[in-house]
């Protein structure tokens, strides 16, 4: 599975600004919605209930809040470089600057698990996070993001 097959090309925010964890999630929900057509709210509602669950923040200033909705189709992407790092309650405690929200249709069990694992892999590799951190540029940081490396193939 290709991140290029989940993130459209408007799926990347550059600058996110936010303060708090809640408000990362306002502001990727109501991106969502322009790409998904699903209301904002109901996107915001399914990350909340699974943020409950224990937080998607993997550590290392990564977060992969995700979830799933009868709505969808298809499986989306979004991510977003925060501005200022934000406390997302992670497991190593720190900040978070990048984050890739994952929605994906009720029934995409096996295709929602590779999505997840494809992208924590990605967000995973130091050198990636590296260049992504070191531009705020969206086009750049989709390319990034998009392209096939070698060492990315695997799902």
């Known amino acids: 599975m290709e991140i290029a097959s989940l993130l459209p090309p408007d799926g ?3 600058s996110l600004r936010a303060t708090s964890k809640k408000q990362a999630l306002q502001e990727l929900a109501h991106r969502a919605e322009a790409i998904t057509g699903v ?4 996107i915001f509602d399914v990350l ?3 943020e409950r669950l224990g937080s998607t923040g993997i550590g290392l200033g990564i977060a992969i809040p995700h ?3 009868p709505e969808l189709d298809q499986l989306y992407g979004i991510f977003a470089r925060v501005e200022h790092p934000i406390d997302f309650d992670s497991v190593d405690d720190q900040p978070v600057d990048l984050i890739f929200l994952l929605l994906a249709p009720e029934g995409a069990g096996a295709d929602h698990l590779k999505a997840l694992a494809r ?3 990605l967000l995973r590799d130091k050198s990636m996070c590296a260049k992504l951190r070191g531009t705020n540029n969206p086009d750049a940081l989709y390319a990034l993001l ?8 695997a799902a």
């Open 12 to 14: 990347v925010i550059a």
């Open 39 to 42: 209301p904002e709210r109901k």
């Open 48 to 50: 909340l209930e699974r």
């Open 67 to 69: 979830g799933k909705m």
């Open 119 to 121: 992208v924590s892999r």
């Open 146 to 153: 998009t392209e096939p490396l070698a060492s990315h193939n």
